[in-house]
């Protein structure tokens, strides 16, 4: 039985260009690409977590409007994978969400570019964790230039970070990019 497994598009706490805490901006790009990976693989959930109510409310409109308004019946598909879209205030939110009473207290595992310690997860011991029975898994994506320090602290593990199998000295993807090719890595 798989673990119960979702994704998080964290705009807050996350790193600037100067390696300062700053919050980011959702962008509709990110929202309609991570949900359709998040649906194509079959997982709970993808959350959205914004600090300010402004910003969650652009990403409930957005949703709305693809799920219930014309972009839903223009284009019912989008809808589909809108469905799993939450939008929540912070990480702790996408947790309590992610696990009812009876489940463990889901885990985090964090994504970067450049792992954030000595002992990145590899996706292979990864896939077949997530093949076996245990907690909900939180698989956290970060904005701007990255999760904060204090994201990768509260994970119970980080995964490698992608890169080529001839390493080209280039790897940093976009947060799409880097979605959809670790759901395929864990569940393709
Ligand atoms: N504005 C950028 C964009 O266009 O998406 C945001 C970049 S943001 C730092 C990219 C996020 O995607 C990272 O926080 C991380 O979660 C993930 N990511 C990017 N490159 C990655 C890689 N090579 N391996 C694993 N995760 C990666």
């Known amino acids: 039985m798989r673990r119960k497994t979702a ?10 260009r100067d390696g300062k805490i700053l919050t980011t901006t959702i962008t509709n790009l990110d929202l309609h690409d991570m949900a359709r990976s998040t649906s194509t693989y079959g997982l709970d959930a993808l959350y959205v977590v914004h600090p300010f109510s402004s910003q969650r409310l652009l990403a409930e409109r957005i949703i709305g409007h693809w799920i219930d308004g014309s972009g839903g019946k223009r284009i019912p598909d989008r809808a589909t994978a809108l469905k799993c879209v939450h939008v929540v205030e912070d990480i702790d939110g996408a ?4 696990s009812n009473e009876e489940e463990k207290r889901p885990e985090i595992w964090t994504t970067a570019a450049v792992a954030p310690g000595s002992e990145p997860v590899s996706f292979a011991a990864a896939k077949e964790s997530l093949a076996q029975d245990g907690p909900p898994v939180l698989l956290v994506f970060g904005t701007g230039w990255g999760l ?7 994970a119970a593990q980080y995964l490698a970070p992608i890169h080529a199998r001839e390493d080209s000295g280039f790897n940093h993807l976009s947060v799409r990019a880097a979605c959809a090719i670790a759901l395929d890595r864990l569940f393709g």
């Open 7 to 16: 994704v998080a598009l964290v705009h807050h706490p996350v790193l600037g």
């Open 148 to 154: 904060a320090p204090e994201v990768h602290e509260r």
């Open 95 to 98: 947790l309590a969400d992610l």
